[in-house]
């Protein structure tokens, strides 16, 4: 009916909820740095499907409030409520201490969300100085995301 409608419509095409959903319901038994292993990977994957639609809504985005209200809602909005509970879960488990979720969402998230938006020449350019993206070895970032930097006795 109208291009808000319009744009909202293909969001929801875009957005891996229905995706993600499937893949972190089995995740939800398994422990922190598990669960965000499967959980980055299934992002990744779900993402990278659609990857030229993203880009182009993420970089239209930034000029068009309009649009940039529906990509929070329909794509990034949609699956926040889902990871925020998988992280309070692991919170109340033990599995992580009390903080913003968000923080951690972001910290997982991002990495990922700047691979698909800035593209594989890019970062095919990074590789040849040797920065590879987090998601090439997820587990060493999902360690590093868990454990910071620091040696355990240089605390």
Request: hydrophobic share 50%.
């Amino acid at each position: 009916a109208d291009r808000a409608e319009l744009l909202r419509a293909v969001a929801r095409r875009v957005s891996p909820v229905e995706e993600m959903r499937a893949q972190i319901q089995p995740s939800i038994d398994l422990g922190a740095r598990e669960g965000l292993i499967a959980i980055a990977t299934a992002y990744y994957a779900a993402m990278r499907k659609r990857a030229d639609l993203v880009r182009n809504l993420a970089a239209n985005s930034s000029q068009d409030p309009e649009m940039a209200r529906v990509v929070m809602s329909e794509i990034i909005g949609q699956g926040a409520p889902m990871m925020v509970a998988w992280f309070g879960f692991q919170i109340q488990q033990g599995n992580l201490r009390p903080i913003d979720p968000s923080l951690l969402i972001q910290a997982l998230f991002g990495p990922v969300f700047l691979m698909i938006v800035l593209g594989p020449t890019v970062f095919d350019e990074l590789a040849q100085i040797g920065i590879h993206p987090a998601i090439d070895n997820i587990e060493a970032y999902v360690d590093l995301l868990l454990h910071g930097a620091t040696q355990p006795d240089a605390l």
